[in-house]
């Protein structure tokens, strides 16, 4: 475990911040903060804030508010920060609706093949690493068919410090999980039962996926171990005497386009809203709607019809841009379901083979007006030429 944790730190060491004396009142309003940041409710705040803000200032009166009104779409991004493509290794959309009082969690799957403006399409998981945020969050609008609000972005070190800063994670491992990465230099190793996760153990288990379901089993595995953080930071009286460190952590290690006193207000919201008598958040997962396609040596997730009816039921004003013509040609795979694995044949062609077959793709459309995801498209990374098809990455 040692080993793991000097490898994914890189030796980054702990900082730890003076706590300072406060109002219960205060605290508790800046504790629902942390609440709903760490349970995926809302952003993960505290990335704008400037180096001459301190732990002081958010207690002050300045920052009290009323709970925010109206529908929030707020998308959380996991990036993979040891592997330099920064891929998403997660994608979560989260509606809060004030009105309806609903709160709706919807995972989507880094393989699914959607059109990246500019890049032709390729894996939704590579739009980041191709334009960061604001291409991600424009091929994830065109998708959805729904203009996010608000994003938080969250790499693995930031993760595993703010599990560590809350003291840790209660959640059953359903399964023994065992997978050695030796090109990461990473080791997942949890047992099944009842189990007390500390941060490394924690990003172990949100990022096993070496099972029968791969990546639909590891995206509910996630929204439960979301749902494992709120549980343990709504149960323990003993976070506020934590504030200040949760702070700090949350801090150091998250960036996103929500102010405090939005995020305040929001957490108050939530707060409302979770208060209900017999509530539970509404979980949505797109991979229903998948098929799995195989090309270029490539696994990929297919969305069907199916897809726009899940997100349509999820989002009834929402207009998705699913792509139900598979863009590439298969092998001969064959799959019984999205949910049984069927060994693949390997293709007999080559991946130079494979990228010089098929040369004409279609540019994918933009549906959604993102005035606030401004594209340049000179400044892209990517030498893909928009009219061939060229081999996505892995």
């Known amino acids: ?32 903060v942390i609440l709903f940041v760490l349970s995926g409710f809302c952003g993960f705040v505290f990335g704008l804030f400037t180096p001459t803000k301190n732990i002081g200032d958010l207690l002050t009166p300045n920052f009290m508010a009323q709970p925010a009104k109206g529908e929030l779409n707020l998308v959380l991004f996991g990036i993979d920060d040891v592997d330099e493509t920064h891929r998403t290794d997660t994608i979560l959309w989260l509606n809060i609706n004030t009105d309806n009082k609903t709160i709706t969690m919807m995972s989507v799957p880094r393989d699914t093949l959607v059109p990246i403006p500019g890049h032709g399409y390729d894996k939704i998981n ?5 334009g960061e945020t604001e291409l991600a969050l424009r091929t994830l609008a065109n998708f959805i068919g729904v203009k996010p609000d608000k994003y938080v972005v969250l790499g693995y070190k930031g993760f595993m410090k703010i599990i560590d800063a ?30 007390h996760l500390n941060g490394l153990q924690s990003l172990e288990y949100v990022r096993f996926r070496h099972d029968a379901l791969g990546d639909l089993g590891r995206m509910r595995r996630q929204q439960e171990f979301l749902l494992a953080v709120k549980n343990k930071l709504f149960s323990s009286p003993a976070m506020i005497a934590k504030i200040p460190d949760i702070l700090k952590v949350v801090l150091d290690n998250v960036q996103t386009n929500m102010s405090f006193n939005d995020a305040l207000s929001w957490a108050l919201a939530v707060k409302e809203i979770i208060n209900q008598p017999n ?54 795979t064959t799959y019984s379901s999205i949910n049984t694995v069927v060994q693949k044949t390997p293709p007999t062609q080559t991946t130079s083979e494979a990228k010089n077959k098929n040369t004409t793709k279609n540019e994918p459309k933009t549906n959604i007006n993102s005035s606030n995801t401004k594209i340049n498209e000179n400044q892209k990374t990517s030498p893909t030429n928009n009219n061939t098809i060229t081999l996505p990455q892995r």
Do not use: C
Not at 7 to 31: A, F, H, Q, Y
């Open 279 to 332: 509530f539970q958040i509404k979980r949505v997962f797109l991979d229903e709607g998948m098929v799995p396609k195989y090309a270029y040596g490539i696994d990929y997730l297919w969305p069907t019809q199916k897809v726009v009816s899940i997100i349509k039921s999820a989002f009834p004003n929402a207009n998705p841009d699913v792509p139900l013509t598979f863009p590439f040609p298969e092998d001969n």
């Open 1 to 32: 475990m040692d080993k793991n944790l000097e490898n994914l730190n890189n030796g980054i060491s702990k900082r730890i911040l003076r706590k300072r004396k406060s109002s219960t009142r205060r605290k508790i309003m800046i504790l629902s």
């Open 166 to 195: 809350i003291g840790g994670v209660d959640i059953n491992v359903d399964k023994r999980m065992y997978y050695v990465d030796n090109w990461a230099h990473f080791t997942i190793d949890l047992y099944p039962g009842m189990q």
């Open 126 to 130: 590579a739009a980041y690493a191709y």
